[in-house]
């Protein structure tokens, strides 16, 4: 079986530059089924022919990241095999070390996903250059999913909610939000009009976008989310409970669900409510041509 980690770092020095703490007696060929979850998790994100794409490429501000992603998705599944090998060689191994450098190892994952795919997104295409990974990108379909979406850019998305400007968790959240949409809010999209929309939709758009992050916070790992909401949990840290960080994933999708629950209420308010009908008056029934006008 071909190791994909050769075609990206040639050797094993080269992979050590980009995830640290990587042991010095190893090589690549220790890392294979890492390696290939590690680019698997990759391909997923930005698909295959992106992937190769950039490990062809000369473009370092693609290259470097791509690297990263990957050594250190590697590490971060290749740690607790480490930590039962060195348990087998009688050396201490510390719950809140393997969790602590997981945590490490994934945050670079991340910071590197989040390279990438906003260098993919603010590179400008030709007609002629449809080989790009930009190109590719385009083509993908997190991307395509856009066009589904109310909100399409990373950067619309943090100023109502913040996810510090993460493209990697707005591009893994894009079908939460259509799925929303789907379910419950584009019919309030539906029934905006030149009237009413500047008062209803930043509402609609709030309550869609916390919904979206409650599905996900009962969807994905916390260790996937950025710092902003990452640290609304304790366990978060150096030290995990499975127990209590599911609870308290539960209970903050909970809240951001009522939260959102509540927005739509008022939006059903101001869809309802029509300023230029007196429906509650017995003066709703004047005419100017009546001899006997009613009191309100």
Same mark, same amino acid.
């Given at each position: 079986?071909?190791?994909?980690?050769?075609?990206?770092?040639?050797?094993?020095?080269?992979?050590?530059?980009?995830?640290?703490?990587?042991?010095?007696?190893? &090589?690549?060929?220790?890392?294979?089924?890492?390696?290939?979850?590690?680019?698997?998790?990759?391909?997923?994100?930005?698909?295959?022919?992106?992937?190769?794409?950039?490990?062809?490429?000369?473009?370092?501000?693609?290259?470097?990241?791509?690297?990263?992603?990957?050594?250190?998705?590697?590490?971060?599944?290749?740690?607790?095999?480490?930590?039962?090998?060195?348990?087998?060689?009688?050396?201490?191994?510390?719950?809140?070390?393997?969790?602590?450098?997981?945590?490490?190892?994934?945050?670079?994952?991340?910071?590197?996903?989040?390279?990438?795919?906003?260098?993919?997104?603010?590179?400008?295409?030709?007609?002629?250059?449809?080989?790009?990974?930009?190109?590719?990108?385009?083509?993908?379909?997190?991307?395509?999913?856009?066009?589904?979406?109310?909100i399409k850019t990373t950067e619309a998305f943090d100023s109502?909610?913040?996810?510090?400007?993460?493209?990697?968790?707005?591009?893994?959240?894009?079908?939460?939000?259509?799925?929303?949409?789907?379910?419950?809010?584009?019919?309030?999209?539906?029934?905006?009009?030149?009237?009413?929309?500047?008062?209803?939709?930043?509402?609609?758009?709030?309550?869609?976008?916390?919904?979206?992050?409650?599905?996900?916070?009962?969807?994905? &790992?916390?260790?996937?989310?950025?710092?902003?909401?990452?640290?609304?949990?304790?366990?978060?840290?150096?030290?995990?409970?499975?127990?209590?960080?599911?609870?308290?994933?539960?209970?903050?999708?909970?809240?951001? &669900?009522?939260?959102?629950?509540?927005?739509?209420?008022?939006? &059903?308010?101001?869809?309802?409510?029509?300023?230029?009908?007196?429906?509650?008056?017995?003066?709703?029934?004047?005419?100017?041509?009546?001899?006997?006008?009613?009191?309100?």
């Open positions: 079986m071909k190791n994909v980690l050769v075609d990206i770092f040639k050797d094993f020095g080269s992979f050590s530059k980009y995830a640290p703490g990587v042991e010095t007696n190893m &090589d690549l060929n220790d890392l294979l089924s890492s390696g290939v979850t590690a680019r698997k998790r990759v391909e997923t994100i930005i698909t295959a022919e992106v992937f190769d794409t950039i490990v062809s490429s000369t473009d370092e501000t693609l290259t470097e990241p791509l690297r990263s992603a990957v050594a250190n998705m590697t590490m971060a599944s290749q740690l607790i095999f480490d930590s039962i090998n060195r348990r087998k060689n009688h050396v201490d191994v510390y719950k809140y070390e393997v969790e602590g450098m997981k945590r490490a190892y994934m945050d670079n994952y991340y910071n590197a996903m989040d390279s990438i795919i906003q260098r993919l997104m603010s590179t400008e295409i030709t007609s002629e250059n449809t080989d790009s990974p930009a190109a590719l990108w385009r083509k993908s379909r997190y991307y395509k999913i856009i066009d589904s979406c109310k109502i909610y913040p996810i510090d400007l993460s493209y990697f968790f707005f591009f893994r959240i894009l079908p939460l939000q259509k799925e929303t949409l789907d379910e419950r809010l584009s019919a309030y999209y539906d029934r905006l009009t030149d009237d009413n929309r500047e008062r209803v939709e930043p509402i609609l758009t709030l309550a869609l976008l916390k919904k979206t992050v409650a599905k996900s916070l009962r969807r994905f &790992d916390i260790l996937e989310f950025p710092p902003t909401i990452r640290n609304l949990f304790d366990d978060s840290h150096a030290s995990r409970t499975g127990k209590d960080e599911h609870d308290a994933a539960l209970a903050l999708a909970d809240r951001l &669900d009522l939260e959102a629950e509540e927005l739509i209420s008022n939006a &059903d308010t101001l869809l309802a409510t029509d300023a230029s009908v007196d429906f509650c008056s017995n003066s709703a029934y004047n005419n100017p041509d009546d001899n006997i006008i009613m009191l309100p």
